[in-house]
Each structure stands twice: as structure tokens, then as C-alpha cells.
């Protein structure tokens, strides 16, 4: 069974980063899929970045551009988003996914098997 725990969440001040990461367990994870989903009150949970098992380009939503970036160490089983510029309306919780199923990116949640438990990203303006 996989398993993936995130860490790295906090309140950070509107221009600050912080660096989430999101350890896997129990399965392959150089095979997978991953992404970072972010679920904010009231609202569906929405795509924020993904990256592929190969060394295809990340994916990632338009409004976090040049801001974010994810990236991935196979070596230990993390996956990692580094968000720098942060601002108010990226508050929310985030969520790791793995997708062990699919050769391309998808940005559906319904697409990965796979979640951690989400951790808190609160940016004070």
C-alpha cells in the first residue's frame, strides 16, 4: 500500500517561500506520477504542478508560473514544491497525489490513486 506524508507547511508573510516535500512508502515511486493538488475553504480541490516519471517538463497551473516549482529525488522517494512570491490567494491546504497508472500528466483528481493528508499553507498579506 502506498503511503505519502507531506511536511513543510506554515504561515508565511505575502513574498515569503516555503518548501514542501511529500515522502512516499510501500510502493515504486520512480513510477509514478506526482503532483500537488490545493484544496482552499469552500472550494474544489485544484491542480497546482505535476511532474512525470521521465525527464519530460513539469506541469504546472498558469497562476504559479515562474513562482513554483516541483521537483522530484527517486533516491528518496520525495517529491518536493518550492514556492517562492508567495501570495494571499495561495492559502490553502496542499495535497501530494501519485498516479501509478498513467504515461502523461493528467490534471484530474480522480486520476490518482494515491493522496497524503494535506498540509496548511497559510500567506498573511
Known amino acids: 500500500q502506498v503511503q505519502l506524508l507531506e511536511s513543510g507547511g506554515g504561515l508565511v508573510q505575502a513574498g515569503g517561500s516555503l518548501r514542501l516535500s511529500c515522502a512516499a512508502s510501500?510502493?515504486?515511486?520512480?513510477?509514478?506520477?506526482m503532483c500537488w493538488f490545493l484544496q482552499a475553504p469552500g472550494k474544489e480541490r485544484e491542480f497546482v504542478a505535476a511532474i512525470s516519471q521521465s525527464a519530460r517538463p513539469p506541469n504546472y497551473k498558469d497562476s504559479v508560473k515562474g513562482r513554483f516549482t516541483i521537483s522530484r529525488d527517486n533516491a528518496k522517494n520525495t517529491v518536493y514544491l518550492q514556492m517562492n512570491s508567495l501570495k494571499p490567494e495561495d492559502t490553502a491546504v496542499y495535497y501530494c497525489a501519485a498516479d501509478e497508472s498513467s504515461y502523461f500528466i493528467f490534471r484530474i483528481p480522480a486520476t490518482y490513486e494515491h493522496w497524503g493528508q494535506g498540509t496548511q499553507v497559510t500567506v498573511s498579506s
Open positions: 510501500g510502493g515504486t515511486f520512480s513510477k509514478y506520477v
